[in-house]
């Protein structure tokens, strides 16, 4: 039989009354998290039909907006770390739509770019992007959309 004392018991209380908290409507985490899942399905649901998701569509704009992207430049742009970079590159390079090489800039650097496929398969999906965008500023607004935009970019953490 396992003995806790009093000032143990009433620690741990804290602590799971404070867990508790961190599923409530008053975790900021939590409900970001929440709604994160919520937004991704959605834009994932309507890119499905190009066969993305919308962390890859995200990938394959910043490989044609810039032409040749190195893995530590997505990463940091996408906020990852670079093996999770890698883990959403993967696909991507196995379905032919992007290629990764030697920089021809700094040859230590691996760099990405949009092969053919990955240039059709872009094009296919950027009306499917839109059109995911102009449903979700017509169900929250579009002042609301850009306004959460802009807070969530100007988001501080510790």
């Not at 992207?69 to 196995?94: H, M, W, Y």
């Not at 950027?126 to 935009?149: H, I, S």
Request: net charge positive; with cysteine.
């Amino acid at each position: 039989m396992l003995l806790i004392k009093s000032s143990q018991t009433q620690a741990l209380t804290a602590i799971m009354a404070e867990a508790t908290h961190t599923s409530s409507p008053e975790c900021n985490c939590a409900v970001l998290r929440k709604a994160a899942r919520r937004i991704s399905n959605y834009y994932d649901s309507e890119l499905a039909v190009a066969g993305l998701r919308a962390t890859q569509f995200a990938i394959l704009a910043m490989v044609n907006r810039e032409g040749e992207v190195t893995v530590n430049s997505i990463a940091g742009r996408l906020e990852l770390d670079r093996t999770t970079a890698g883990k959403n590159l993967r696909p991507l390079e196995a379905a032919k739509l992007i290629r990764i090489a030697r920089s021809k800039n700094d040859r230590r650097a691996r760099a990405i770019s949009l092969t053919p496929a990955g240039q059709a398969v872009f094009e296919q999906a950027v009306p499917l992007w839109r059109r995911a965008q102009t449903r979700f500023e017509t169900l929250n607004g579009k002042e609301n959309a850009a306004q959460l935009r802009a807070l969530l970019k100007d988001l501080k953490t510790a």
